[in-house]
């Protein structure tokens, strides 16, 4: 395994030894009619099970009981599991996980021809889900293939957790041809992905991360049509991906961790279900290839550690990704960098001042964060906003049908609204609604000829509305929620005291706004709000 280990969202589970003695025996029973009794041997069976655990719960008298369910989740069971369960005839569900039982699994229980072994797992089908969950234990030996010939009916194995060691089966899907989850991380498996398993049709969970296993990820795995989840992180695979486009209904594609080389293949795009995408701490190189953006539903993509070149993305969305710290500075290397969406995390620290550095970035959305400190320069400096050479019709203005899908400002901007914005004479949308802004609306404002969105509701802000210029043309509901404000379109109209416009409101306090939670502002030739720029770039 490598020194540097990929993680993930799962983990070993911790084990908590609970003193037997402080549990009560959970067991789902029914009462069997007046004239059958429990069978001598199905009797001996539960007396037996019983019998072996350091305490019984106050079970007894079991002859008019039929022994249907074993609901035993996170008991902190220890020891082994009787193979007298084997015997209950009439047991369908046994549920023994989260404990600390150890061994193997009796041959008794698994070729049990009833029994049904269920985690907490919703089905639309009528029928049972046939599912094994013996996650979270300290099971240990190997997983003989002969143990699971007779299992027919199992849907689901979940064994995560344990200490198993040896190669992984490959008869699951001769024996079950229906079996289409397997969950066999954290344990001590080694040798290669059985081809075998290519030919679990059903097949649409496969996780063995943090193994020891090796070798490449078998061509027969590619054929798994209906796979929404293929998760083998931390392990010491090798090989490419060449084939992982034939995954259509791909939703977590997770390999981080391992000696994957070669690059992320072009028929990568047409994963259009894909929502995570780790590949980090491999040995990959070669260019990101472009057709990424066709997986439009990529939530999380980390493929940090390999050796990865070319030029670099145009659109960054990390938004509502939990991010928290500072802006990296890693995304100053997005020397192509058009638009930046991380609204909607735990950001803290100041805007860094090398965001200027991006002078392809004409959108930027930082909204919704933790950001401190005052408006930077550098970001009412950034060369894209000063330019004049931008194609006016490079983009449309989206057209909206409802408030619902207008952005908000709803940060916590104080102070002035800043002089040095009214430089920005290419600025075409600019929302600072919901905050805590105060002092006068600059006159200069109106001077941005290009602004089409404008949005300074819900403030401290007073004096009049300018009445002349573009601010003029803007609706009453741009300037609600200001009761120091008048103006025409107002239901609040100036008198002469008010008209006068106070000569300087600003000055040194632009130097002093401090935004406790986020600067949101949409600027430049052509600006656009988020859904169109995505859907532009992302066709």
Known sequence: MKPTTHSSCNSKASRLAIPVQSFSLVL?????????????????????????????GGLIGFSNWTVTDVSLPSRGLQGHISPSLGNLTGLLRLNLSSNMLSGGLPKELVYSNSIIVLDELQSSTLRPLQVLNISSNFFTGRFPSTTWELMKNLISLNASN????GQIPAMYCVSAPSFSLLDLSYNQFSGS??????????????SAGSNNLSGTVPDEIFNLTLLEHLSVPNNQLEG?????????????????GNSLSGNVPESIGELKRLEELHLDHN???????????????????DLKSNSFSGELTNVLALNHCSLSGKIPFWLSKLRNLEVLLLYG??????????INSLSFLFHINLSNNSLVGVI???????????????????FELPVYKSQSRQFRGHNKLTGAIPQSICNLTNLEALDLSSNHLTGSIPIALNNLHFLSRFNISNNDLEGPIPTTGQLSTFPSSSFDGNPKLCGPMLAHHCNSAEAIFPTKRTGDKVEKVIFAI????????GVLYDQIVLSKVFG
């Open 28 to 56: 789902i029973l029914s009462l069997a009619s007046p004239t059958t009794s429990c069978s001598e041997r199905e009797k001996s069976s539960l007396y037996q099970f019983v019998a072996e655990l350091s305490s019984d």
């Open 162 to 165: 344990n200490s198993f060691t």
């Open 193 to 206: 992905i059985p081809p075998g398993l290519g030919n679990c049709s059903m097949m649409t969970s496969l």
């Open 345 to 354: 995390n735990q950001l803290t620290g100041p805007v860094p001042d090398w």
């Open 376 to 394: 930077p320069t550098e970001l009412v400096d950034m060369p894209m906003l000063k330019a004049d050479k931008v194609a006016s019709k490079a």
């Open 240 to 256: 490419s991906l060449r084939g992982i486009s034939k995954l259509k209904n791909l939703i977590t594609l997770d390999l981080g």
């Open 283 to 301: 040995n990959m190189s070669g260019e990101l290839p472009s057709t990424l953006s066709n997986c439009t539903n990529l939530m999380i993509i």
């Open 518 to 525: 986020a600067f949101s502002a949409f600027f430049g030739v």
